[in-house]
């Protein structure tokens, strides 16, 4: 069965930092980019990070850029976002996604066709 499923999120403080985890039951994940994305509240879903499918690239939005990290191990079928200084603004339900149609980073989300459930991230000031 193919899926993401995603942990790591909760209830942290500004400043705080967490580490997301996205575990990919993919037959084809050494040569799937992956990305992260998250939905606030009444708002569209933002790209916030990806990761070629070798790792070699990333690619962040301003927003994150020096705060978050993505990386992925291939023998394990792991991707993680390691998330520091985390502010209010960073709340959101957080998703992994797979661009099983290729292996290179797109920013945008229809480029995507495996998501995870999601994981909600809340940071409180």
């Known amino acids: 069965q193919v899926q993401l499923v995603e942990s790591g999120g909760g209830l942290v403080q500004a400043g705080d930092s967490l580490r997301l985890s996205c575990a990919a039951s993919l037959r084809n994940f050494g040569t799937t980019a992956m990305g992260w994305f998250r939905q606030a509240p009444g708002q569209e879903r933002e790209f916030l990070a990806g990761i070629n499918w070798g790792g070699g690239g990333t690619y962040y939005t301003d927003s994150v850029k020096g705060r978050f990290t993505i990386s992925r191990d291939n023998a394990k079928n792991m991707v993680y976002l390691q998330m520091n200084s985390l502010k209010p603004d960073d709340t959101a339900v957080y998703y992994c996604?797979?661009?099983?149609?290729?292996?290179?980073?797109?920013?945008?989300?229809?480029?995507?066709?495996?998501w995870g459930q999601g994981t909600r991230v809340t940071v409180s000031s």
């Open positions: 996604a797979a661009r099983s149609g290729g292996g290179y980073v797109d920013t945008s989300g229809s480029s995507y066709d495996i």
